[in-house]
Each structure stands twice: as structure tokens, then as C-alpha cells.
């Protein structure tokens, strides 16, 4: 049951990269530890540079390619989900990695592959 597609993955990777940026603040991430809030900006800065050199619809200079990218996500997912034990996380620090660790982790695993092109 895979159905996350290359192009749906485009799509969603602007809008993560700008929540990682954002939420940390809004959510006043950084109580139990000030990491909790850096580490989620930087993921955020370094997703969206990703996504720009990304090959898929959506990358500026697809430079990286989408193997590549989705090998990023899913080192992302491991260390969000591990975060809140290595850097003592609590309370809402840690639910938001976990959170965002499993979502990055689940639509790694339901990444559609693409179908191999024939060449006639």
C-alpha cells in the first residue's frame, strides 16, 4: 500500500521545511532543553535546501537525487525519534520529535517506487 509518489513527496517538502522553521516558535519549543527549539529550525533550513536541489518537479537545481533525498528524510526520522532521549527532551519538546519523527518515517515507508521506463 504505497502511495506516496515523487510528486506528492515535492509538494509536501516545501511546506515541511517552512513548519520545522516556524512551529518551534510558535509552540515555544526549547523548555527542557534550548536544543529542542534549534534542532528543529536547522532540520527546517537544511530540508529546504535539500528540497531546492532535489531532482523532482518541484527542485530549483536538482543536483541531488531523489534516492539520495529520501535516504535524508529517513536519517531525519531516526534522529527525531532518538532526540528526546539523547538530549533529555521533555513534555512537548519531546512529543514534537516523536510526532514529526514517525510522520517523516511513515511516508519514507510509503513511498510509491517509480515504475521503470522501457526503452522501445
Known sequence: MRFVTKQIHAYLDYPVAA????LPGLLG????NP????????????????????DH??????????????LVDALVGIVFV????????EGLDAYYYWVNGVAVLTVVSL?????????N
Open 82 to 89: 532518538a532526540a528526546p532521549f539523547v538530549f533529555s527532551f
Open 57 to 70: 518537479q518541484l527542485g530549483v537545481y536538482r543536483i541531488i537525487p531523489y534516492k539520495g533525498h529520501l
Open 19 to 22: 513548519a520545522l522553521m516556524l
Open 29 to 32: 519549543l526549547g523548555s527542557s
Open 111 to 119: 513511498h510509491k517506487p517509480e515504475e521503470a521506463q522501457s526503452v
Open 35 to 54: 536544543f529542542a527549539l534549534y534542532l528543529s529550525i536547522a532540520t527546517g533550513i537544511a530540508a529546504l535546501i535539500l528540497t531546492l536541489l532535489t
